[in-house]
């Protein structure tokens, strides 16, 4: 299969950077899967898990807020969080999800809410993923 560059970077670090056969994402609209010589695009994040196929390996990240890009060169994707699936702190599941329910109670507007009862939403399917029964990382 054939390969392309792949970096997935966050504020603190370079998390992953190398070549790559395939990189399954979760989109804002649903998850792709990015093969070499995927068309261009950019795409926001949602709270997710991100995996990356090399040949037997994969890898297994959670990843949210941030975007990802598609060009020529391969896929970028810059994520506020990015974590090894293995190393996220169960509890910071159940915290994020505490809090996004806390912002629908305090919306000011509808809008305002129901961003806020999608990001309870996208938490609790994030936290599933990962096996962190009904909880999400930060």
Same mark, same amino acid.
């Given at each position: 299969?054939?390969?392309?560059?792949?970096?997935?970077?966050?504020?603190t670090r370079l998390v992953f950077s190398g070549e790559v056969e395939q990189v399954d994402v979760p989109g804002a609209e649903g998850d792709f899967g990015v093969l070499a010589g995927h068309a261009p695009f950019i795409t926001p994040l949602r709270p997710g898990v991100l995996t990356v196929r090399n040949g037997s390996e994969t890898k297994r990240l959670f990843v949210k807020d941030g975007f990802?890009?598609?060009?020529?060169?391969?896929? =970028?994707?810059?994520? %506020?969080?990015?974590? /090894? #699936?293995? *190393?996220?702190?169960?509890? +910071?599941?159940? =915290?994020?999800?505490? %809090?996004?329910e806390? /912002? #629908?109670? *305090?919306?000011?507007?509808? +809008?305002?809410?129901?961003q806020a009862v999608a990001a309870v939403e996208q938490?609790?399917?994030?936290?599933a993923q990962v096996g962190a029964?009904?909880?999400a990382a930060h």
């Open positions: 299969m054939a390969s392309f560059a792949f970096e997935l970077v966050s504020p990802a890009e598609v060009n020529q060169k391969g896929l =970028t994707v810059l994520a %506020e969080t990015a974590v /090894a #699936v293995e *190393e996220i702190e169960r509890d +910071a599941f159940a =915290t994020a999800i505490k %809090e996004a806390q /912002a #629908v109670t *305090e919306a000011k507007d509808e +809008a305002a809410r129901w938490l609790k399917a994030a936290a029964g009904g909880a």
